[in-house]
């Protein structure tokens, strides 16, 4: 090392260095392009499809003029508010231990557990609880099936965004709170949480929509649907598996429609993800 | 640090009071026994998905064994079970996708943290943090529809005439090109797993102590020598760790691959223009063939392997990010 530095003419490092400089400047412009290019073209090919049938109607046989994903919008929201139901409590309880109490063994366990939980192959989870409570308990493809796969999907991302949100939270209000003879459970359900509430919420509202956008475990456990169905016992749409079918059919029409769903999914991601931001950048 | 912060709460929660009011003792400790409880659920389930799937594909581990691994016969009316072509798909995509993210995104993240003005930081990383989130079904229409016609109309066959007259590497460019293939779907893949890589890689490279570089600095050296001799091999655990969580979510990605790999068992080949299966693609395109009982045992025994690899490189990974946190011996200021 001190020799080849010793060694090279000023100049000869001078050029090596500006020539990295460019080099590494390009690459993180190629990233950056590559992203505005799928973005620019997704809003390009999806814009026409959005009309009003587009919300309002389900999807028609080919050949009828208008349809929508109507069906698919009600199963992924309905779908999202039980995974929801069951993943948001585990998550911010799981979270609440691993900030406010977790110590020792089991704590650092259930942390790279959480972590592990975090990196299972989405397709993974779609085939256990394929395996579970489509072949074995249930008996057939169903919405409760798709909604217990996204909770599993989303457990592990909430508990991380809301224990860091937590330890954000600084220790002086939980001092004030204990100063004024407030038991810990008090102060962790009454001061800790609403302190940090405005990131936790969006934070879960992202990876429930992140979640939202998952399709091998929904294809997996939920199958889709043409049609309008409230019930989670039998098989619901849902929006990413409707862009798959229009995606992979040969019809022109449909195919717009799958960019109009994409655009759809990206531009409730993208605002989730840019309120996240906000509001961590706000804690720290 | 957490723990000096956490020592005050300690105390006045757990220090000896003389009267403790009875009921507020036993709803604290009944809220921190129902939070305990709660945050058991993430390691039954983890212990439950592992010991479900273990169970379900009994029946194809007992019949097939290693058989299953190294076979490379897939036929499910003849009850053959190898997945050998599955798991190599997986394993070309997997790399071919490493090979082209990774040096993009080491460059863009030490443009990142090393050279990008202030102000561009914070809207460049939010834009990769974008693109992580973007769900795969778009990667996946994109590949399909803007990717595939490219790669098949120019690309492929450039590769082609530049590497079929060299001998080895032309076993690489061989067959037709149909824009279906490994090497689409690794090109879709490194898309994917760009931003998981860079977003590690920068975390890692933000996490070198700033003495390291002005001292490299203050001896005389350009900025791209304090990258190369000082940066550089602070972060390569990190560095190593960001590539190992991209390749596992390279092997677990699932529509984007199914819409752009051709989904054919063929045998294995090296080209980079041949149609195939991933472990993942094989998956999702044959669950609902799955009527017999060992057919099923099979798929899930392919999603226990799949689980079983990303979970060893996300425990490596883990490892090694927290080396880096630590730092390298005798380097800590």
């Not at chain 1, 814009?47 to 109607?57: I, R, S, W």
């Not at chain 1, 309905?78 to 993943?87: C, D, H, Y």
């Not at chain 2, 996490?207 to 600095?217: C, D, F």
């Not at chain 2, 991209?246 to 980079?272: D, F």
Request: include cysteine; charged fraction near 10%; charge should be positive.
């Amino acid at each position: 090392m001190n020799t080849s530095l010793s060694q090279a003419s000023l100049s000869r490092r001078m050029l090596i260095n500006g020539a990295m400089t460019l080099l590494l400047t390009l690459c993180a412009l190629l990233a950056a392009s590559v992203l505005l290019a799928i973005l620019v073209y997704v809003t390009i090919q999806g814009l026409p499809a959005l009309n009003l049938a587009f919300f309002t109607e389900r999807p028609l046989p080919y050949g009828e003029v208008g349809g929508g994903v109507a069906p698919a919008l009600l199963g992924t929201l309905t779908m999202l508010g039980v995974a929801g139901l069951i993943g948001v409590p585990l998550g911010i309880a799981t979270a609440i231990y691993l900030a406010e109490y977790g110590r020792g063994m089991l704590a650092s366990l259930i942390r790279f557990v959480v972590d592990l939980l975090a990196g299972v192959p989405s397709i993974v989870v779609g085939v256990f609880v394929w395996a579970w409570l489509v072949r074995q308990v249930v008996g057939n493809f169903s919405g409760l099936a798709g909604a217990v796969a996204l909770a599993i999907l989303v457990i592990p991302i909430v508990t991380r965004t809301t224990e860091e949100l937590i330890r954000l939270v600084p220790d002086s209000l939980r001092e004030a709170s204990y100063a004024l003879g407030t038991r810990r459970w008090r102060t962790i359900l009454f001061v800790v949480l609403p302190t940090a509430r405005a990131g936790i919420v969006t934070g879960t509202v992202l990876a429930l929509a992140r979640a939202g956008g998952e399709t091998a475990p929904l294809l997996l456990t939920t199958l889709g649907n043409q049609f309008f169905n409230l019930d989670l016992r039998q098989p619901m749409a849902a929006l990413p598996l409707q862009i798959y079918s229009y995606a992979v059919s040969p019809y022109e029409d449909w195919h717009t429609k799958a960019w109009g769903g994409a655009l759809l999914l990206i531009a409730v991601i993208g605002a989730f993800s840019l309120l996240t931001r906000v509001f961590s950048a706000r804690g720290k | 640090m957490s723990q000096l912060q956490a020592s005050p709460r300690n105390l006045i929660t757990h220090g000896h009071r003389p009267r403790l009011r009875a009921r507020q003792f036993t709803l604290d400790s009944g809220f921190e026994f129902v939070v305990r409880a709660l945050a058991l659920v993430p390691l039954a389930l983890m212990i439950g998905i592992v010991a479900l799937l273990l169970l379900n594909a009994s029946l194809a581990i007992v019949r097939y064994g290693f058989h299953f691994l190294l076979d490379s016969m897939w036929d499910p009316v003849f009850e053959q079970f190898g997945a050998a072509p599955f798991i190599f798909g997986t394993v070309f995509t997997s790399l071919i996708a490493l090979i082209v993210a990774l040096p993009i995104a080491l460059g863009a993240a030490l443009f990142l943290s090393e050279y990008a003005p202030a102000w561009l930081r914070e809207p460049l990383a939010f834009m990769i943090e974008l693109l992580a989130a973007i769900p795969s079904i778009i990667y996946g229409l994109w590949g399909l529809f803007v990717l595939a016609p490219i790669m098949r109309g120019s690309v492929e066959p450039l590769l082609k005439n530049l590497l079929a007259p060299i001998p080895v590497v032309s076993a690489l460019v061989e067959g037709p090109t149909i824009g279906r293939d490994f090497l689409i779907a690794g090109i879709i893949l490194a898309i994917m797993i760009l931003p998981t890589i860079l977003s590690i890689a920068r975390a890692v490279l933000q996490a070198v102590p700033q003495a390291q570089r002005e001292g490299m600095l203050s001896l005389g050296a350009t900025p791209w020598e304090t990258i190369q001799h000082v940066v550089l091999p602070y972060a390569r655990p990190g560095i190593l760790a960001a590539s190992l969580l991209g390749l596992a979510r390279a092997l677990g990605e699932t529509m984007a691959v199914t819409m752009v790999i051709g989904n054919s068992s063929s045998k294995i080949s090296p080209s980079l223009f041949t149609p195939g299966y991933t472990i993942a693609s094989a998956i999702a395109n044959q669950f609902t063939e799955a009527d017999k009982a060992v057919y099923f045992s099979a798929i899930v025994e392919l999603a226990l392997v799949l689980l079983l690899v990303a979970m060893t490189m996300n425990v490596l990974a883990r490892l090694l990010i927290a080396r880096v946190s630590r730092g390298p011996k005798g380097a800590r200021l």
